[in-house]
Nanobody, 126 residues
Framework: VQLQASGGGLVQAGGSLRVSCAAS????????MGWFRQAPGKEREFVAA????????SYADSVAGRFTISRDNAKNTVYLQMNNLKPEDTSIYYC????????????????????WGQGTLVTVSS
């Protein structure tokens, strides 16, 4: 599966942004999806994950209550709605996918994911 992230940009602190991850080549409903981010000079970190059918999600503590991951399998797209953005959210955001037979599982570790998008830059100004 090929993943294409989009929707990044510059936003002021307190603002909102939605990034998208479009999949091609395979049916997205077969994949667990995750969002990760990496800021300059820092390691890549988990942001959010969603199971194949979208009923179970998981968030990093730093974004819980502000970010929402969702998916539209009919459109082969996963979204990350980011509200109340903070300067420390500034990063390149990557989507990732892992094919899985379990419809209700998700993964928080980047080593569990096999396919990665190219990333989209989100910059939050103070």
């Amino acid at each position: 599966v090929q993943l294409q992230a989009s929707g990044g940009g510059l936003v002021q602190a307190g603002g909102s942004l939605r990034v998208s991850c479009a999949a091609s080549g395979r049916t997205l409903s077969n994949y667990v999806m995750g969002w990760f981010r990496q800021a300059p000079g820092k390691e890549r970190e988990f942001v959010a994950a969603i199971c194949r059918v979208g009923v179970r999600t998981s968030y990093a503590d730093s974004v819980a209550g502000r970010f929402t991951i969702s998916r539209d399998n009919a459109k082969n797209t996963v979204y990350l709605q980011m509200n109340n953005l903070k300067p420390e959210d500034t990063s390149i955001y990557y989507c990732a996918a892992k094919e899985d037979s379990d419809t209700s599982t998700y993964y928080r570790s980047d080593t569990d994911y096999v396919y990665w998008g190219q990333g989209t830059l989100v910059t939050v100004s103070s």
